[in-house]
């Protein structure tokens, strides 16, 4: 879709004319008017008398009154204000100069620079390519992280999801990423942050060499549920306009659990019926509608990277597996890898990349299924080692994993400030690989000599 007909879905998605309606009630985080027949997901304005106005979304009808959702707090709203539709707010202004700058939910800068130049307005709510304009997934993009690159490579285009429950890292990784990637774009939705994170994320994570080419979204836990849903829209129509200039665009949302809570807030006071633990129906429509707007067309590429909160730990609570199964992917990261010290505390056992067999070449592909038999046989054997009851000499692939785990995890391991190039990475993952094969070599043939001459097998260390 071209820049023409970018402007031509707004034209055709905006309100001929102005509609105007009454404040009826407040109830809740929700303001009931009548008189108001616009569309769902319409912005309206709630002209306070005195005060300015309010703006608000249309959420949900009920009987013959329209429901809507503030952007900001309704105080001063009283019965009998009047309700104004506007087609403000449905788009995103957007141009080059967006790089380095910092917006909220409603596309506004906060980072108290000059206005940048706009070159275009972006709808928000979108819809995602057709599925024949999509572009095969066929080159890795570089994260600079080496779990992720050796282990779970990402293709251009690819939706990943990084899975965590709190405290494990994910805001760091996501902080390495953006720093390291090749991408040429990156964009950052932080949604349900705390305040004081959105700074520390900028000044620690991201850093002045991330921001440089880094457009960041931010809505933080304090603010109205229909922004914080709103920022993740905006983020990804942002990242639309940057890949119809033919960038190659890096996507990352943290979190998208935080946005399905929000939804969850917005469904609820709408008159939803509660689903799955609380969720209504709206929230896993919703999810699809977004996380399927990114991917690779002809003209460039969305590479999404989705940060799901878990909550508890537990990978098959509701928005984790809803998440799991529109995506490309997952990468878990590990509470007990990153109660050890080791970071990042991907897991590789317990992620996968959908799309690495066809980025990557068959040399790299057998390196890490090496890594990753090590990982699964020493899941295996390891209370056994811990509690001294293994014996050496009865199975190769035991000695071998009690051999080569240490170095495995030497791999793995990687500092936050440490860059790892993907092609760094790839001649890394090989050659450990091939370290493996000797020693797996060296252990048989050991086996073998020892059984002609009838001795034991040498003990490994």
Request: hydrophobic share 45%; with cysteine.
């Amino acid at each position: 879709m071209g820049l023409f007909d970018r402007q031509m879905e707004l034209v055709q998605r905006a309100l001929p004319i102005r509609v105007t309606g009454r404040v009826a009630e407040v109830i809740g985080l929700t303001v009931v008017a009548d008189g108001l027949p616009v569309p769902l997901g319409a912005m309206c304005e709630v002209r306070i008398r005195g005060a300015g106005g309010v703006f608000a979304q249309v959420v949900g009808f009920r009987n013959d009154s329209t429901v809507l959702m503030p952007l900001s707090q309704p105080l001063g709203v009283a019965e009998g204000d009047p309700v104004v539709s506007s087609g403000a707010l449905q788009s995103v202004a957007v141009g080059r100069q967006m790089l380095g700058r910092v917006l909220d939910g409603l596309g506004r800068t906060i980072d108290e620079r000059p206005p940048f130049r706009v070159e275009a307005h972006y709808p928000v709510y979108a819809d995602p390519p057709g599925s024949l304009e999509r572009r095969p997934i066929d080159c890795p993009l570089g994260t600079g992280v080496r779990a992720i690159d050796a282990m779970v490579t990402v293709g251009a285009g690819q939706r990943l999801g990084i899975f965590a429950g709190t405290g494990v890292g994910k805001s760091v990784l996501l902080g390495m990423i953006a720093r390291n990637t090749i991408a040429d774009v990156t964009v950052v939705a932080l949604v349900g942050e705390r305040g004081r994170e959105v700074g520390d994320f900028i000044r620690k994570d991201l850093g002045e060499e991330g921001m440089q080419k880094t457009v960041l979204v931010v809505s933080t836990s304090d603010e109205s549920p229909v922004l914080r849903v709103r920022a993740c829209f905006l983020a990804t129509a942002v990242a639309e306009y940057f890949r119809d200039q033919g960038a190659s665009v890096l996507l990352m949302m943290d979190s998208v659990t935080r946005m399905a809570m929000a939804q969850r807030q917005i469904g609820l006071a709408a008159g939803e019926p509660p689903a799955t633990k609380g969720y209504p129906p709206s929230v896993f429509a919703l999810l699809p509608r977004l996380l399927e707007r990114s991917g690779r067309i002809a003209k460039g590429s969305i590479t999404g990277l989705y940060a799901v909160l878990v909550e508890g730990d537990d990978i098959n609570e509701p928005i984790s597996d809803a998440t799991r199964g529109v995506l490309d992917g997952h990468v878990w990261l590990s509470r007990a890898l990153a109660n050890r010290g080791h970071y990042p505390a991907v897991s590789p056992l317990e992620s996968i990349s959908r799309v690495m067999v066809d980025v990557v070449d068959q040399e790299h592909i057998a390196a890490a299924r090496a890594v990753r038999r090590v990982l699964a046989v020493w899941a295996d054997i390891e209370d056994l080692v811990n509690i001294g009851a293994y014996v050496a000499g009865n199975n190769v692939d035991y000695d071998l994993a009690v051999q080569m785990k240490p170095r495995v995890d030497e791999f793995l391991q990687q500092g936050i400030t440490e860059p790892a190039p993907f092609e760094d990475t790839r001649a890394a993952i090989v050659a450990l690989g091939k370290e493996i094969a000797a020693a797996r070599e060296t252990l048989t043939s050991g086996r073998q000599a020892a059984a002609r001459g009838g001795k034991q097998p040498a003990r490994v260390a």
